[in-house]
């Protein structure tokens, strides 16, 4: 009597997750972590300033000069922080007419009202190379939609100095394009000023820009 046999199939080998192992002692897990948030950090940038005074002396400068701006600008703004988008108004004299009669030359100018659209995205919200790190915290009423960059940057000290050091890199670029932005922003209100003061010294004509 004859027996057939079948070979067994070979065993399937167990694919790899491709995530390395954690390790398991706590001290090497708290390295592991840090070393894995400082390389997500790490800027391929040259010629960038890692120094931690520096960065915090150059961002605090920048957080008080922004919270200046921003309290200046947020007050002429018809609609704030229910979008992207912020939308200016300001009121001004921004075209003269000239008209000649019986042999005079007039110029006439009339109050007007201005506005004008800013994107503020970067007001509500972190960019993703900041995320994930700290709880973002907002400021108080009516602006609570506004990040307080203030607290977020304080909160940021806690960091242990591998994180801190290039973390800082990318929060003072950031904290620099607000500043660009909110520097254009005020620029276009004080257009009307400059507006003003230049009919004042060209015609002797004192005028006062209505308010809303």
């Known amino acids: 009597v004859a027996s057939l046999s079948a070979p067994m199939p070979p065993k399937k080998k167990r694919k790899s997750s491709g995530a390395p192992k954690e390790p398991e002692e706590p001290l090497e897990f708290v390295t592991h972590v840090r ?32 919270a200046e701006i921003f309290g200046r600008v947020v007050t002429a703004a018809s609609n704030y922080g229910s979008g992207k988008n912020a ?25 007007a009202v201005s506005e004008k659209t800013f994107p503020i995205d970067a007001l509500l919200h972190l960019p993703a190379d900041l995320t994930g790190v700290l709880v973002v915290q907002y400021q108080a009423a009516p602006f609570s ?25 990318e929060l003072k670029d950031h904290v620099e394009s607000i500043h660009v932005l909110l520097g254009e922003m005020e620029s276009w209100l ?13 015609f002797d004509k004192k005028l006062e820009a209505p308010s809303a």
């Open 35 to 66: 070393e894995k948030s400082q390389k997500r950090f790490v800027s391929r940038r040259k010629n960038i300033i890692k120094d931690i005074e520096q960065n915090v002396r150059e961002i605090r400068a920048l957080l008080n000069i922004n």
């Open 87 to 111: 939308t200016l108004t300001r009121y001004g004299f921004d075209v003269v007419k000239v008209r000649q009669s019986s042999g005079k030359t007039e110029f006439i100018t009339e109050a």
């Open 145 to 169: 939609n506004f990040i307080d960059y203030n607290a977020f940057f304080r909160s940021t000290l806690m960091l242990h100095d591998d994180i801190l050091e290039p973390f800082l890199v």
């Open 190 to 202: 004080l257009e009307s000023q400059r507006k003003i003061e230049f009919i004042a010294s060209t």
